[in-house]
């Protein structure tokens, strides 16, 4: 053996100890037959069987996987789940700065200031891409090598999507678009080319990061982005910055010309198109009460989304204003939807992740023209591929046929492989990743492929085909051989044109237009617009291009034309901008939206009264066809003709030039806050408001006095008007603007949630919170006088404090907090009547505490005795304030006293506390020594008392807090966390399932038909669960899983295996739903060997909510008990 041959197998074997060793650093699993078992649990569309051709440790944690030519896949692993990349639900306290970030170098100098030492552990674990190959043929990929590694910087985020061709891989990962090459052929890229910086701006959610790679029809690198932003400086020197939204951009193969394609997404995490070129992909809901959204990407489109709508609780707009509703899809919806969104298609699915089209060839006729959409939901038990059509409807779409393609799988990605099966990239379990990471192949039996398939034509190798051949292949049924070819074309038309050959360039146009063959005819017209395109030639006229009968072609032609350069359209023969301009009367909706796109780039002044005619014609009915107007009316970019057009007889026509104007962000938009129609002036205020465009918020706020204000703040559409009129004001500040909140503040005839909004601009006047109130966006007010809106204080409290609880208790505040003692009396009042509510009245207690009234120390002893609980329980904490040694007693014997309501008992242990004398240590003590040496104490105050001792300075106190807490242990888990099995407060807890960002239990759980469909039904909880279940759940969401969401694959002593959905338990058998739909009967004296299935439940929620919130969540859920069907329910 020579030195060369043996130093190579000493190099192969290193190689392999540090790949084992990185592997056991990642913490990927081992082999095992678990994913053969798990495909028997798998449930399939009719006549499809499937096969494993990969599974740990070949592969881990997989996010994103593509196909090269040679049939080898390429993997996004992801290893930096919670340990690298994090969601900034887990830190609540960094919200604030996350929503003001602009760049990605400022969200690491955020890291770096709240992380301290700790940083330089979220650099340890890389995200990576590994390369699988078949060496033998048998359908197994049992080679794996690791192609890229080493994405760990502290700015990086997950490795998300992959792409390869010719081979160059792309890769998506935050703050990088890369481009990798093996130019040694080692398997491993040694050429890192990062073709753009600057994705990713804020933390947001974890998962919410680049993906969805994806080469367009024109040539070009799509990709998508989650609401983490971006903020990029492209090559050619332009900034494309939105840092508060998810968005799809293309660009060309080496990154040049980058565009946002489209915007206002949360989480668009694949993109596919259609045969006819249209962009799709799966937008994920807030979990919020809205729902997923399956979006057609209309070039230029905003979907309205911003990432700050997340943090308040009723999600701000996103909410309110339905924009994730369909068009029109009831009355509510027509009447508050913005129209400067382009609305979704229809909610479907839960958790949208991987996504492809059917290419025309491999499954059977049934799955012809579909659309397959993994919908990942956390578990596999309810996870799957879900399947269906879109068919065309004006000049957007509906959706048709949906079916299940594949359930009982954790899918991230699907994708057809070259030889026209479908393949599934399995996660396995979980939300963070366990090691694990599988591949399928689905297929049908005898299936016949029509001519030569994609992987005999890759390894003929397309580049060596002739030109006549590559014409014909432009109407092969592949699709994607069909792209192939074009692209090869392209490429040549552009190498001869450098040559000065045109002759391929007019062969492609000549064949767009004559071809008997659609399918080749469009490709042939798409591959003359990638190369007139990219080399700005072109050839023929384009007026003959519209002149066929087949509207799809015609469309198509207008679609080239839009991407063309501008100046393509210089009035040449048939080359003029009128020649698009005609097409805006097409009998063809999608026909008239390709033409308004064409004109927003080509056309000019000229052609705005014939955009404007679209609109006054159109009425509103299409808002795809709105949106093209809109978009084109924005792009010709004359604000001035579009004002003087201010006048137009038609509404629909004005509403589509606000739109341009928001587009253009012109503060000519103050024109229309007057305008005749209220869906004019909403939009108008809208966009004034959110944009904040400083020159036009003066007259939107100067409709606070516009005649018939609060009648037009009666509807939902005016109520949204005037909530911004309301801001606008507070926004500006000075006197006459405290007014003005003021008045609404004490007008009766505005809803109280408007009032309420008046109220706390006042309330926070000097000190205003650095959110925004209607939206939520990091948009700080500087601080202010508080004399500007004293007077304007007293004026409207009178009316607030006669108004409902809710108000009283808002001008109680105000009255505390401006000092106002006249109102005195009134307080007084309220404190007095039983009428008032607990609430409001201990809110007056406190008011008259804060403005030291005379008649505090006599009000306290009369209310000690009082009927309401909450109210005894302020009156001992205000006696505490001046009258401690009196207190303290009252206190400890309020604690205890058996007739003590609750809140009473946890509020004479803060009081304790609170007072912080020796006395009260001691007081304090004897409590926790009954809890520690006798158990003797209730459970309902255990927290406030473990708070007490953590709070305390005394040493005896935390003694005793640490003989407790070793003394309970950890095992099992739910012991660590006893003090919030009793004494929430059920109200706070409705607010933290529904509300909470952190929490989010609204995204999977349902309660009386609000939330999500993903987890169990809650409705009845309290009724069908004892307390400690309700915590078990929350704290090891594992323990037990909930009967029809448990996945399990049993192995039996006959040799069979059962595998499916766990509906039933008892001493003796599971009750298994099989992927068939049967029932089996599982006797466990037979059970050899059982694999069983995480719970869909992220495990560490119970890190992301405090002690408190969690009482208060299993208080609010134990009251659960009757199922309560609402009114309007959608099934």
């Not at 045109?502 to 005819?521: G, I, W, Y």
């Not at 919170?769 to 939520?776: E, H, I, K, Q, S």
């Amino acid at each position: 053996m020579s030195r060369a041959v043996a130093a190579l197998g000493v190099l192969i074997l290193v190689f392999a100890a540090v790949a084992q060793a990185e592997d056991e650093h990642l913490g990927i699993a081992g082999p095992s037959d678990a994913a053969e078992l798990a495909l028997k649990g798998f449930r399939l569309a009719p006549g499809v069987s499937g096969a494993l051709v990969a599974a740990e440790p070949e592969l881990a944690n997989p996010v994103a996987f593509c196909f090269d030519e040679q049939g080898r896949i390429y993997v996004a692993e992801t290893f930096r789940q919670d340990r690298g990349v994090t969601d900034n639900r887990g830190h609540m306290n960094w919200l604030e700065d996350d929503l003001s970030l602009e760049t990605v170098e400022q969200r690491g100098e955020m890291f770096r200031r709240y992380l301290g030492p700790e940083v330089d552990g979220w650099s340890r674990y890389p995200d990576r891409i590994r390369r699988l190959s078949d060496e033998n043929g048998d359908g197994r990929y049992e080679t794996a090598t690791v192609f890229a590694t080493g994405f760990n910087d502290l700015l990086d985020g997950t490795g998300s999507g992959v792409l390869a061709r010719r081979g160059d891989v792309y890769y998506t990962c935050i703050p990088k678009l890369w481009k990798l090459r093996d130019e040694t052929g080692d398997g491993v890229a040694n050429v890192r080319e990062p073709l753009h910086h600057g994705y990713g701006v804020r933390v947001a959610f974890r998962g919410h990061d680049m993906h969805g790679l994806i080469w367009g029809p024109d040539g070009r690198l799509y990709y998508s982005i989650g609401d983490r932003g971006y903020n990029v400086e492209t090559r050619e020197g332009t900034r494309l910055a939105r840092p508060d939204t998810g968005a799809v951009f293309r660009c060309e193969p080496d990154g040049s010309n980058l565009e946002v394609y489209a915007y206002g997404l949360r989480n668009p995490q694949e993109l596919a198109f259609n045969d006819e070129g249209d962009l799709f992909t799966g937008d994920n809901n807030s979990d919020g009460g809205d729902r997923a959204r399956w979006v057609y990407v209309a070039p230029g489109g905003d979907s309205g989304w911003r990432m700050y709508y997340q943090y308040p609780q009723d999600r701000g707009p996103w909410n309110r204003e339905k924009m994730w509703s369909p068009y029109r899809e009831n009355d509510e919806v027509a009447a508050v939807q913005p129209a400067y969104i382009v609305p979704p298609i229809l909610n479907i699915a839960d958790g949208p992740s991987g996504l492809t089209f059917d290419p025309g060839v491999g499954l059977p006729e049934e799955h012809r023209g579909r659309f397959f959409l993994v919908d990942f939901r956390g578990s596999p038990g309810n996870s799957g591929v879900r399947s269906f059509r879109v068919r065309q409807q004006g000049a957007g779409f509906e959706l048709t046929d949906s079916d299940w393609f594949l359930r009982s799988m954790l899918a991230t990605d699907f994708d057809f492989g070259p030889d026209g099966a479908l393949y599934a990239l399995d996660w396995v379990d979980g939300w963070t990743g366990e090691g694990k990471g599988r591949i399928y192949r689905f297929d049908v039996e005898g299936r016949a492929p029509a001519g030569p398939t994609l992987a005999e034509l890759y390894a003929a190798g397309f580049e060596s085909f002739a030109d006549d051949r590559l014409l014909d292949l432009l109407g092969h049924p592949d699709r994607r051989v069909r792209l192939e070819s074009q692209f090869e074309l392209a490429e040549r038309t552009e190498r001869r044109i450098a040559g000065n050959d045109e002759a391929l360039l007019t062969t492609l146009a000549t064949l767009a237009r004559t071809s008997d063959r659609p399918l080749q005819a469009r490709h042939a017209l798409w591959g003359y617009g990638q190369s007139a395109r990219r080399t700005g030639r072109r050839a023929g006229r384009f007026d003959e291009l519209l002149q066929t009968d087949d509207a799809e072609q015609r469309r198509q032609a207008l679609r080239v034309a839009t991407d063309l350069p501008r100046g393509a359209f210089d009035g040449a023969e048939g080359w003029s901008a009128d020649v698009l301009a005609s097409a805006l009367t097409d009998a063809e909706p999608r026909v008239r939206f390709q033409a308004a796109l064409a004109l927003g780039r080509h056309g000019s002044a000229d052609h705005i009264p014939a955009l404007l005619e679209v609109l006054a014609v159109n009425r509103d009915e299409d808002p795809f066809l709105r949106h093209a107007a809109a978009t084109a009316l924005a792009g010709i970019g004359d604000a001035e003709a579009l004002l003087a057009a201010a006048d137009n007889p038609s509404a629909s026509a004005r509403l589509g030039i606000v739109i341009a104007l928001r587009r253009l962000e012109h503060p000519g938009l103050a024109r229309f806050l007057t305008d005749g129609d209220s869906r004019v002036v909403q939009e108008a205020g809208r966009a004034i408001h959110d944009l904040g465009l400083a020159e036009a918020l003066p007259a939107l706020a100067a409709q606070i006095h516009r005649p018939g204000f609060s009648q037009l703040a009666a509807t939902p559409a005016g109520a949204e008007f005037a909530r911004r009129v309301i801001n606008a004001n507070n926004r500006l500040g000075g006197e006459p603007q405290a007014r003005a909140i003021a008045a609404a503040a004490a007008d009766s005839g505005l809803p109280d949630a408007l009032r309420a909004l008046a109220a706390r601009s006042l309330l926070d006047w000097s000190s205003p919170p650095r959110l925004d109130a209607v939206t939520g966006e990091f948009r700080p007010i500087p601080e202010r006088s508080r004399e500007e809106a004293e007077q304007a204080v007293r004026g409207g409290l009178p009316s607030l404090l006669a108004g409902s609880a809710r108000l009283r208790e808002a001008g109680v505040r105000l009255a505390a907090a401006y000092g106002i003692r006249d109102v005195g009396p009134v307080l007084q009042d309220i404190v007095r009547s039983n009428d008032s509510g607990g609430a409001v009245r201990v809110q007056a207690l406190s008011a008259l505490d804060e403005l030291k009234d005379d008649s505090l120390r006599g009000l306290v002893d009369e209310l000690l005795s009082d009927r309401e609980p909450v109210v005894r329980a302020e009156a001992r904490r205000l006696l505490a304030k001046f009258a401690p040694e009196r207190a303290l007693p009252l206190l400890e014997q309020a604690a205890i006293a058996a007739e003590a309501e609750t809140l009473e008992r946890q509020s004479a242990v803060r009081g304790m506390s609170a007072l912080g004398t020796s006395e009260a240590d001691a007081a304090l003590e004897r409590l926790l020594v009954k809890w520690a040496e006798q158990g003797q104490i209730d459970p309902a105050i255990q927290l406030e008392l473990l708070e007490a001792a953590e709070s305390s300075g005394s040493d005896r106190l935390r003694g005793l807090l640490d003989r407790i807490l070793a003394a309970r242990g950890t095992d099992p888990p739910t012991a660590a966390w006893t003090e919030s099995l009793e004494g929430g407060d059920a109200e706070r807890g409705r607010s933290v399932f529904f509300g909470s960002a952190a929490a989010s239990c609204r995204r999977c759980h349902k309660i009386n038909g609000e939330g999500s469909d993903v987890g169990p039904d809650l409705s009845e909880i309290g009724r069908l669960k004892s307390r400690e279940y309700l915590l078990e759940s929350i704290v090891d969401p594992n323990a037990k899983i909930a009967e029809g969401f448990e996945t399990a694959v049993f192995a039996l002593d006959d040799g069979r295996v059962v595998s499916g959905v766990v509906r039933f338990e008892d001493d003796r058998s599971f009750r298994v739903i099989t992927p068939q739909g049967e029932v089996e009967i599982v006797d466990k004296s037979q059970i050899e060997d059982r694999a069983k299935g995480q719970s869909g439940m992220p495990a560490d929620i119970v890190r992301q909510i405090s002690r408190r919130e969690l009482r208060d969540l299993v208080e609010f859920l134990s009251t659960l008990q009757v199922r309560q069907e609402p009114e309007g329910h959608r099934q």
